[in-house]
């Protein structure tokens, strides 16, 4: 499947200003490499005491982790129907939220933004509340069928006063109701590999392969009878 990064006229509008608005009052960290986002000084000495930080260092001399979202990325993105989101308060209290909807419900707006409508739920505003004081964010994406996951660093803002990008948001046809939208800036992102991912298989994906194996048994059962009969 072929995912191309487009945005709307009028949706790139609705981006910009809501960026102006959140950038005016966004931490201005500066990062040496893109992994340092995770491999903070103690993390690099516990990589050094335990004999991995010289492939690490080798990462990140090639440029180290990604940071714009590539077409395959666009693509994985565009297949998942579950993703986690992490955050944390301002005091660092972690909290992590499920996030679902049909394939498509994440959309790639640009190479460094995903955005998506957030549905109404439990009402407890966790998330929301731990973005307004700290909008340092993850999004960790994981795909049993492939044994897949990707994990993805950023910055994450609710957006509540826009009607026309939640709308743009919102899967067609989803009998959901969207209260708002939450757009996740990407500033790294790396893969991990499939060790230890055990394999699974969505439920609607193992009823259409079984309904294909049972078509094809009857199809043959038929075949088979038709060539026993007699005369």
């Not at 690099?44 to 590539?70: H, M, N, P, T």
């Not at 992490?86 to 933004?113: C, E, N």
């Not at 993805?152 to 009607?163: F, H, L, S, T």
């Amino acid at each position: 499947m072929s995912i191309h990064i487009i945005v709307a006229k009028q949706e790139a509008a609705h981006l910009c200003l809501a960026f102006r608005q959140w950038e005016a009052k966004a931490m201005t960290d500066t990062l040496q490499f893109s992994s340092d986002i995770a491999f903070t000084p103690q993390v690099k000495a516990i990589q050094a005491r335990k004999g991995s930080r010289v492939a690490y260092a080798r990462v990140e001399q090639g440029g180290g982790w990604r940071s714009r979202i590539d077409e395959n990325l666009a693509e994985f993105l565009g297949a998942q129907t579950s993703v986690l989101l992490a955050t944390a308060s301002a005091d660092g209290q972690p909290y992590i939220q499920h996030r679902g909807g049909p394939a498509g419900f994440l959309h790639v707006l640009d190479d460094q933004t995903i955005g998506f409508a957030d549905f109404t739920g439990n009402k407890q505003y966790i998330t929301q509340g731990n973005l307004a004081e700290n909008p340092k964010a993850y999004i960790f994406v994981i795909d049993y069928a492939h044994r897949r996951r990707i994990k993805i660093w950023g910055r994450a803002q609710v957006i509540e006063d826009d009607p026309a990008l939640i709308a743009s948001l919102m899967p067609k046809g989803y009998k959901a109701r969207p209260e708002q939208a939450i757009l996740f800036k990407v500033e790294a992102w790396d893969t991990n590999c499939p060790q230890h991912i055990p394999q699974k298989f969505d439920a609607a994906d193992v009823a259409e392969a079984l309904a294909k194996r049972d078509a094809r048994i009857a199809e043959l059962e038929a075949e088979l009878a038709a060539v026993r009969a007699p005369g």
